[in-house]
């Protein structure tokens, strides 16, 4: 109440002092004016307020995302090192790419496979490894062969409705090149099936086999061998080569602490990793 007529008064001296006006409307709505400057009345100024506070508010997260995309892209792009002429990324743009792309699935990147081996294939380039290749596809990981052959999700449409006015799309799962699709599987899955694919563009047969290998099972494998092959540079007193495997091994796992996280197993391998760095470093 006193603030009002503080406020009230104020505005009438420089009412006085630079002219102006100021009515009530019959529905109560005030219209002032200071000068030729119309002046918003209380409850309009605080919503211009809370207006401004919701675009600073807007304004420092867009900045925010822009220096995170930023670091991301002087991690990946502008500190790169050149090793058997291909570009390298810095540790700390691998982990943000990693990061990244997590937060962008619709599922835990340890529910879905690190890589697939698929068999059978009428065209001979689409078998082989697909690795999980840190970028994704409708909320689910894409996996990459030597070849360039890429292992996706996708809404591809349902071929009986193609033509028509009311084209219908389902999920399923691809393996593709230049975007052009030669084999596909439908399922809902996050991961792609073992068995049920279809030619699409592709010659016969379509692939008879796709296995799967789990995250843990990867890191298991490739870790605990640097643990191993560190162990025994430790043991014969090579301490700084020791070093370099137990490194090695962490930054397999560096980018993927949720993950390491859920499995018990990673999670001991982890810290006796980082125990037996200590150990060496002393």
């Given at each position: 109440?006193?603030r009002?007529?503080r406020?009230?008064?104020a505005?009438?001296q420089?009412?006085q002092?630079f002219?102006g006006?100021r ?9 002032s004016?200071?000068?030729s ?5 209380p409850?309009a100024?605080?919503k211009i ?8 508010q ?5 900045e925010?995302a ?8 002087m991690g ?6 050149v090793m058997n002429d ?7 743009g ?6 990244l ?15 697939y081996?698929v ?6 380039e ?6 999980y ?6 909320g689910?990981p894409?996996?990459?062969?030597r070849?360039g052959w ?5 809404r591809p449409p ?9 084209v ?11 975007g052009k ?6 399922t809902d ?5 073992t068995a ?9 047969p379509?692939?008879s ?7 843990e099972a ?7 061998a640097l643990?191993?092959?560190g162990?025994a540079?430790?043991?014969d007193?090579?301490y700084?080569?020791?070093?370099r ?5 962490l ?7 949720a993950?390491?996280?859920a499995?018990?197993?990673?999670r ?8 037996n760095r200590?150990?060496?470093?002393l």
């Open positions: 109440g006193s009002v007529l406020s009230r008064g505005e009438e420089l009412r002092q002219g006006s009515e009530v409307d019959r529905d109560g709505s005030v219209y004016s200071i000068g400057r119309p002046v918003p009345p409850k100024l605080r307020h809370a207006d401004r506070q919701v675009e600073i807007q304004r420092a997260e867009d925010e822009e220096r995170t995309m930023a670091e991301y892209g990946v792009a502008a500190d790169r090192t291909a570009a390298t990324p810095s540790a700390e691998t982990r943000l790419r990693r990061r792309a997590q937060e962008l699935m619709e599922v835990r990147l340890c529910d879905t496979a690190y890589e081996e068999q059978g294939c009428g065209v001979a689409c078998d082989g490894r697909y690795e290749s840190t970028a994704f596809a409708h689910a894409t996996y990459k062969n070849n890429t292992l996706h999700r996708d349902i071929e009986s409705t193609v033509g028509t006015e009311s219908v799309t389902e999920f399923g799962w691809l393996i593709s090149k230049d699709p030669f084999y596909a599987a439908r899955a996050a991961m792609a099936p049920s694919w279809e030619c699409f563009l592709g010659p016969p379509a692939p086999r796709i296995s799967s290998t789990s995250w990867h890191f298991l494998e490739t870790c605990g643990k191993d092959t162990n540079a430790t043991k007193g090579r700084e080569e020791a070093e495997h137990y490194t090695e091994g930054c397999e796992m560096d980018g993927y602490e993950m390491v996280a499995s018990a197993e990673l001991r391998l982890s810290v006796a990793m980082r125990a200590a150990e060496v470093r």
